[in-house]
């Protein structure tokens, strides 16, 4: 199999998990120290849990350009939450199961055959920034 081209790669997710309240509070906490450092998008809060993910999380999407500076200010200010990084593509299911990236503890993917093995393309190209930084990360 032919290697895929990294412009296969539209944007990035990276989905803060957690689980009770202390958790939520540091998960906060991350949130509004992303919102003041990063030009990306915050999603909405999800107590009860969505889609592929095994706890309660919120959502950021970032634009590749991002990823050299965002991903590792995460690996260094998780506070010890799980968090899943994963490509977007054509192919939500190998974006999310084999192609992903984990920082602390990995968790499942529920029912992984719900992931479409195809996406229109074009779906992830835009990342719309909600947020307004004005730190240096
Ligand atoms: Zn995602």
Redesign the pocket.
């Known amino acids: 199999m032919p290697p895929t081209p990294i412009a296969a790669i539209r944007s990035y997710?990276a989905?803060i998990y957690f689980d009770g309240a202390a958790a939520r509070a540091r998960a906060e906490a991350v949130r509004q120290q992303i919102f003041e450092r990063f030009p990306v998008q915050l999603g909405s809060w999800h107590d009860r849990l969505v889609g592929p993910h095994a706890l309660p999380m919120y959502?950021v999407a970032f634009a590749v350009a991002q990823f050299a500076s965002f991903v590792p200010w995460l690996m260094l200010n998780r506070q010890d939450l799980p968090v899943l990084i994963?490509p977007n593509t054509t192919n939500a299911r190998r974006d999310h199961i084999t192609n992903a990236l984990w920082l602390g503890e990995k968790l499942s993917i529920l029912h992984p055959e719900n992931l479409p093995e195809t996406t229109e393309d074009g779906f992830f190209n835009e990342v719309v920034s909600n947020t307004q930084p004005s730190l240096t990360p």
């Open positions: 997710h989905h959502q994963h």
